[in-house]
Structures are given as structure tokens and as C-alpha cells.
């Protein structure tokens, strides 16, 4: 009986880390993907909404590849003249985090910053799924059931920033990888 008890206890364990370790391989995976494009440039275009009627439809977008370390890759998100907005990706204890860093032009952050989630179970090291967390939800209640999806296409030549809310389609930018910015 106490061979069965442990056994029992041991497949519990084993089916309780299992995916979670999967998880942490796609995304140590995803994050060495990113970090691999480190000190580069890329130009981008709003994919969707495809009217036009986004306020960054037809600005020049460009993200910045910067300031990557062992646990935090920095990525300036510049729609036109607009500095203002950086993607934070980390690594933590539970997993990797993505937030939106807002900041004024003297560099002092914006009232709404830092939002954003954990990543949650994905079986792609392409693709990562971030839905809104606690903060997230509180800092900005429309925002609650966002889902920010950051995507590498499986040929390697685009990146995509995705949002959804509320399970919709809500905005979508491509960055061309082939084509480093000077």
C-alpha cells in the first residue's frame, strides 16, 4: 500500500510539472528567438485594422531591438515621432511577463504604464500568449480580458505584436525581420 501511495504521489507530480515544463521550454526558447535579435532595427506597418481607421494606420512604426540581458529584453515601440511606448519582456519565477512601459518625453512614466500579463501555456517557441493580469484589469478595466500575442512567423521574416480583447481582433503591426533598419 505505501508503494501504490507513492507511486500515486509520484505520477501526480510528474502530471502537475509536465506541461508547466513544456511551457518553460517554449518560452526560454521563444525568448532566445528575441534575444538573438538584439542591437537590430525593424520597420513596421498596422496589419489590422485594415480601414485605416487606427490612430498608427500610416505612421512609420519601427521597434528597437535593445537592451537584452539574461532576464530582460527592452524593445522602444516608435509610431512616428512618438517615443513613448517600450515593450518590457522579462523573465520571472513563473514564467515570461510582458508589459507596456509608457513614458513622457522628460522620461518620467505615464499614468498608465506597466500593464500587461504572464505568459500562458503555449506549444509554439513562435508564438507567446500574454493575457491581462490583476494589475492590468484594475489600471485599466476595458483592458481586463486583453491578450497581447507576440509571434514570429515559422519562415524567421516577420514579428507581430497582436491584441485581442475580449476574444476579438483589435490590432495587429508586422515588422519585416529581412530587413535590419540602419
Known amino acids: 500500500m505505501k508503494h501504490i501511495l507513492t507511486s500515486l504521489c509520484l505520477l501526480l507530480l510528474l502530471a502537475c510539472t509536465g506541461p508547466q515544463q513544456q511551457?518553460?521550454?517554449q518560452q526560454q526558447s521563444f525568448y532566445q528567438s528575441m534575444s538573438s535579435l538584439c542591437g537590430q532595427s525593424f520597420s513596421g506597418k498596422v496589419v489590422f485594422p485594415a480601414d485605416g481607421k487606427d490612430p498608427f494606420a500610416g505612421a512609420p512604426l519601427m521597434m528597437i531591438m535593445q537592451n537584452?540581458?539574461?532576464s530582460t529584453i527592452r524593445?522602444?515601440?516608435i509610431v512616428g515621432e512618438d517615443k513613448s511606448r517600450t515593450w518590457v519582456i522579462s523573465k520571472t519565477a513563473e514564467g515570461l511577463q510582458l508589459k507596456h512601459d509608457h513614458r513622457h518625453e522628460d522620461g518620467t512614466p505615464d499614468e498608465v504604464t506597466m500593464y500587461?500579463?504572464?505568459a500562458?501555456?503555449?506549444e509554439s517557441e513562435l508564438e507567446q500568449r500574454f493575457p491581462a493580469d490583476a494589475y492590468t484589469a484594475?489600471?485599466?478595466?476595458?483592458?481586463a480580458t486583453?491578450?497581447?500575442t507576440l509571434?514570429?512567423?515559422p519562415d524567421g521574416k516577420t514579428f507581430s505584436y497582436i491584441l485581442k480583447r475580449d476574444n476579438q481582433l483589435r490590432f495587429r503591426a508586422d515588422f519585416d525581420l529581412t530587413k535590419p533598419l540602419e
Not at 138 to 143: I, R, V, W
Open 146 to 148: 486583453n491578450e497581447w
Open 23 to 25: 511551457s518553460s521550454k
Open 68 to 70: 537584452c540581458s539574461d
Open 138 to 143: 484594475e489600471l485599466l478595466p476595458a483592458a
Open 151 to 153: 509571434a514570429l512567423s
Open 75 to 77: 524593445i522602444p515601440f
Open 116 to 118: 500587461g500579463g504572464m
Open 120 to 122: 500562458s501555456t503555449s
